[in-house]
């Protein structure tokens, strides 16, 4: 199995409703995320799937979030922007720009900082 994988940042604030701790309180992040597609083969040029394609899908969904605040961006807006809902927003979002390629998706990573981050992926 081939494992292809992205990553790109964005940099947004947000703030966590219900939360009791600093994070309820609005702040910023530089968030990192990295997709991980998987195939069983490759083509005939030798690529299991275009690192330039999966960019760009990423930075499609990526750039409605970039230097906002994630609280007033959909789906945001009704549910908390954790680190856990923003990995699965992505996630949902990537999978039907995916649905023709040969490839499906392993997981979707969010880091809000270097030491913090979360998966999502449907295993």
């Known amino acids: 199995m081939y494992q292809i994988s992205v990553e790109q940042d964005f940099d947004a604030a947000h703030f966590l409703r219900g939360y009791h701790g600093k994070c309820e309180a609005l702040h910023g992040h530089r968030f990192r995320v990295v997709v991980k597609v998987q195939s069983a083969q490759v083509d005939d040029t ?5 690192f330039t394609v999966l960019k760009q899908h990423l930075a499609d ?63």
């Open 61 to 123: 969904i990526l750039a409605r979030f970039d230097h906002t605040c994630l609280n007033d961006v959909l789906p945001f807006d009704e549910i908390n922007p954790s680190s856990e809902n923003i990995a699965s927003t992505i996630y949902k979002e990537l999978q039907p720009k995916l649905a023709t390629a040969p490839v499906s998706i392993s997981c979707v990573e969010v880091w809000e900082s270097p030491q913090s981050g979360v998966a999502y992926s449907l295993d």
């Open 46 to 50: 030798g690529m299991a799937y275009d």
